[in-house]
């Protein structure tokens, strides 16, 4: 099991808000960053750091944390977003990095 | 403009090493870190590793620790991963993935990934 907890599925309303999760104890000290992968795709980065995004990501993700949670927010979802997503940090130990499970995000 | 790309698939034994390259153009070599991630079909991301191509310098997962070589060639900008004592568990897509300078711990840039097979 990964040190970076996520929800494996979570479905959301085109136009709709969705919040995707990632916990872990590393997470207190360290940023996540979070990954965007198609089927038969390379992941892409959609949110790293302080919320910063990557040139050519759209300004509905944006991300946040809290204590051990990260969050990557998604606000008015379009159906291109439907995707696994996964976040990214470092290990308890601080010595190593670790991907969270991954969610299957669903646009309804 | 900046890419990786890296060598094509591989169909292994079990026992036997692989050895996946992943060439880098459109930028300087030396001043990113590369890391490597695999896949097993159907699941998440792993992380495997990184290598400073400036140095040579690697750390690599405790779960491949004595099984994993990361290294590189600066002349050709390359690095190399090498699994050794493949398992049929070993069968996945492997990735490249370069370092981002500005926060790091974070990857702007992947290989298009290489499938690695291992079955008798």
């Known amino acids: 099991s990964s040190e970076l907890t996520q929800d494996p599925a979570v479905s959301v309303a085109l136009g709709q808000t969705v919040r995707i999760t990632c916990q872990g104890d590393?997470?207190?000290?360290?940023?996540a960053s979070w990954y965007q992968q198609k089927p038969g795709q390379a992941p892409v980065l959609v949110m790293f750091?302080?919320?910063k995004w990557p040139s050519g990501i759209p300004d509905r993700f944006s991300g946040s944390s809290s204590g051990n949670t990260a969050a990557l927010t998604i606000t008015g979802a379009q159906a291109e977003d439907e995707a696994d997503y996964y976040c990214?940090?470092?290990?308890?130990?601080?010595?190593?990095?670790?991907f969270g499970g991954g969610t299957k995000l669903t646009v309804l | 403009q900046v890419q990786l790309v890296q060598s094509g698939a591989e169909v292994k034994k079990p026992g036997a090493s692989v050895k996946v390259s992943c060439k880098a153009s459109?930028?300087?070599?030396?001043?990113?870190?590369m890391h490597w991630v695999r896949q097993a079909p159907g699941q998440g991301l792993e992380w495997m590793g990184w290598?400073?191509?400036?140095?040579?310098?690697?750390n690599y997962a405790q779960k491949f620790q004595g099984r994993v070589t990361m290294t590189r060639d600066t002349s050709i900008s390359t690095t190399y991963m090498e699994l050794s004592r493949l398992r049929s568990d070993d069968t996945a897509v492997y990735y490249c993935?370069?370092?981002?300078?500005?926060?790091?711990?974070?990857?702007?840039?992947w290989g298009q990934g290489t499938m690695v097979t291992v079955s008798s």
């Open positions: 993935a370069r370092e981002e300078e500005e926060v790091g711990d974070t990857y702007d840039i």
């Open positions: 459109g930028y300087t070599f030396i001043g990113y870190y």
């Open positions: 290598i400073n191509p400036n140095s040579g310098a690697t």
């Open positions: 590393s997470l207190r000290s360290y940023y």
């Open positions: 750091g302080k919320n």
């Open positions: 990214h940090s470092r290990d308890s130990s601080g010595d190593h990095l670790v």
